[in-house]
């Protein structure tokens, strides 16, 4: 818990940024905390007999300094929610690491105050979506409640699809000694599968292992085949290979896992910056082992590595869905664009130091990369390899972010048997495909297709296209 009362990380996503709250959002908040359509969903449990309505600038002015000055001695974090497409704070959330009270163990306790214009369930859910991942480690809890009052039927519905659920246990007011009703939690995922999963650091006789879960976790993704494999071989060689910061993932005595960084750095010709950062890449998992946080133990672990280091941030180029819950943000938000003034949503960079957010201009990588478009050295290094099957679903770049490609083995009372790598997943159609009789017909088995993983026990993945590989 020490780490986030020394910084403060933000999250984002293409509609919120969570931020940590300032003097200057009292206008914005004013309208929020004295709005009172959305005083009843105010978590006031605890608090001295303060109900949160704050009608005045004086108000809301001290509020806002007594979460700052809490902040400072280590009592508990407030963000404010920005509304991106307003530039305007539309509420905040408060969270805080809460000792056992006899009731409720050891958790995390989340207060989340909305203007009551935003107290919708898929607002809320999607609010909850930035900051509940990487609450876990940050205020090392294995459980998160928060109050949901029976009148709230947008919350409670936000909450539910979310995954929280409703409980029965009071919260023994560490103030009052009050029990207070209505709380519902949500506990950290363990797969007991990976109950043996170890992140350390590559050893030698881990790189013919690790590069053959990297080519697998990379095969067909973004053309057809890859090149990654071929990466960890320059990254290693390279002088600016990071590998103090560098980690694998080991379960059961197999690499299921590895991150990779390299040296980076922030130009700025017009002022004659230059800034050494951390470029993260590749991470790689095991494909038939996806969705059950591999990615996110060697993330955390790896990045709290670089803080130790001394590290001042971290760049990337990857998958604007995924790394956000970690904290990451685009790098336009930073003015940091690349070599040719671009800044595309899959350029995002995490600060480790407040001195980060003064690092503009644009990201230079390891020269090394460019060795990365050598094919004749990418096909000596590929027939080490076992041999798979190419697929090319379109000419250019594919992007399949958060989908995957599979063969239907089987059909059997509309459940859709379909082969990725060594493993048969369940899925359906779609909704769109199954409404399109002519498209679904064109699936049958042996067929192509694209369908996204749904990774919870017992429920069904979805197909969502038929593909045609333009190589066959």
């Given amino acids: 818990m020490k780490d986030i009362y020394e910084f403060c990380p933000e999250f984002e996503n293409e509609k919120y940024l969570l931020r940590f709250v300032k003097k200057s959002d009292s206008e914005d908040l004013i309208e929020v905390y004295g709005d009172k359509n959305a005083l009843p969903f105010f978590n006031s449990d605890n608090c001295h007999g303060d109900n949160f309505f704050y009608d005045t600038k004086e108000k809301m002015d001290a509020a806002i300094d007594f979460w700052i000055y809490s902040y400072e001695q280590g009592y508990f974090v407030r963000w404010a929610i920005v509304d991106k497409s307003l530039s305007k ?5 408060e969270l805080f690491h809460r000792p056992s009270d006899g009731n409720f163990g050891e958790v995390g306790l989340i207060r989340l105050d909305l203007g009551s214009a935003y107290e919708k369930s898929e607002i809320i859910r999607e609010i909850l ?3 509940i991942p990487p609450a876990y480690e940050l205020f090392e809890c294995d459980e998160i409640i928060s109050k949901v009052p029976l009148y709230a039927v947008e919350r409670a519905d936000g ?3 979310f995954g929280f659920t409703k409980t029965d246990t009071c919260l023994i007011g560490g103030n009052d000694g009050y029990a207070y009703n209505g709380y519902w939690k949500i506990s950290k995922r363990r797969k007991l599968a990976l109950k043996n999963l170890i992140v350390r650091a590559e050893r030698p006789e881990d790189f013919y292992n690790t590069e053959l879960m990297t080519m697998r976790s990379f095969w067909n993704k973004y053309h057809p085949g890859c090149t990654e494999h071929n990466m960890l071989r320059i990254v290693r060689a390279s002088e600016d290979y990071l590998p103090e910061i560098s980690r694998v993932a080991e379960l059961d005595g197999k690499i299921v896992g590895a991150v990779f960084y390299t ?3 922030i130009v700025n ?6 800034h050494e950062v951390a470029m993260l890449g590749p991470l790689a998992v095991e494909p038939t082992l ?7 133990a060697l993330i955390c672990e790896s990045v709290e590595l670089a803080k130790k280091a001394g590290i001042k941030g971290i760049i990337l180029a990857g998958e604007p869905d995924y790394y956000p819950k970690f904290g990451f943000r685009r790098c336009e938000d ?3 664009s690349d070599g040719d003034g671009n800044y595309f949503d899959a350029y995002m960079c995490l600060p480790l130091s407040d001195e980060f957010k003064s690092f503009t201009g644009h990201f230079v990588e390891s020269k090394d990369f460019e060795k990365i478009g ?3 050295s990418l096909e000596k290094i590929s027939a080490e390899f076992p041999s798979y099957r190419k697929v090319m679903v379109q000419e250019d770049f594919m992007q399949i972010f958060n989908e995957h490609l599979g063969v239907v083995e089987s059909i059997d009372d509309g459940v859709y048997q379909v082969r990725y790598w060594e493993i048969l997943i369940p899925c359906r159609l779609s909704d769109d495909l199954a409404s399109d009789v002519l498209c679904s017909q064109l699936i049958a088995e042996g067929s192509d297709v694209q369908f996204k993983w749904n990774h919870k026990s017992g429920c069904l993945s979805t197909i969502t296209k038929p593909i045609k590989n333009l190589l066959d």
């Fill in 89 to 93: 704070a539309v509420g905040t959330i």
């Fill in 129 to 131: 979506s930035l900051i």
């Fill in 159 to 161: 909450f539910r699809s």
């Fill in 263 to 265: 040296k980076a750095w």
């Fill in 269 to 274: 010709e017009e002022n004659g910056g230059c």
């Fill in 290 to 296: 996806e969705g059950n946080n591999i990615g996110g």
């Fill in 334 to 336: 930073f003015c940091i």
């Fill in 374 to 376: 050598d094919e004749e």
